[in-house]
């Protein structure tokens, strides 16, 4: 599993390029909750510039320790998977994994 750690009010956004649609899948486990979302390039940039409102095809919104999911991505092209701390205070450390 791959490890990050995200300072208070920080993010990460990682990017994975499957060769077509269909299933991408993740499992996350982090000292502290943590918000999710799987998104494609035009989300991602409304997500950066801070927008509330932006399509995600699946992760967790409300902040989580333990994420698993497998979702359906219907395009082809990049997909993100975004880890989001928003804790403005305390360092969450993330163990992760991707599979597509």
Same mark, same amino acid.
């Given at each position: 599993?791959?490890?990050?750690?995200?300072?208070?009010?920080?993010?990460?956004?990682?990017?994975?390029? *499957? /060769? &077509?649609?269909?299933?991408?899948?993740?499992?996350?486990d982090?000292?502290? @909750? $943590?918000?999710?979302? =799987?998104?494609? #390039?035009?989300?991602?940039?409304?997500?950066?510039?801070?927008?509330?409102?932006?399509?995600?095809?699946?992760?967790?919104?409300? *902040? /989580? &320790?333990?994420?698993?999911?497998?979702?359906?991505?219907?395009?082809?092209? @990049? $997909?993100?998977?975004? =880890?989001?701390? #928003?804790?403005?205070?305390?360092?969450?450390?993330?163990e992760?994994?991707?599979?597509?």
């Open positions: 599993m791959a490890v990050t750690r995200l300072r208070g009010d920080e993010y990460v956004s990682l990017e994975y390029k *499957p /060769r &077509k649609s269909g299933t991408f899948e993740f499992e996350l982090a000292d502290r @909750p $943590v918000q999710t979302y =799987i998104v494609g #390039p035009k989300a991602l940039d409304r997500f950066e510039e801070g927008s509330k409102t932006f399509k995600y095809w699946g992760g967790f919104p409300e *902040p /989580r &320790k333990h994420q698993k999911q497998k979702v359906w991505i219907p395009f082809s092209g @990049p $997909v993100y998977l975004v =880890i989001s701390n #928003p804790d403005p205070y305390q360092t969450a450390e993330v992760y994994e991707v599979y597509y």
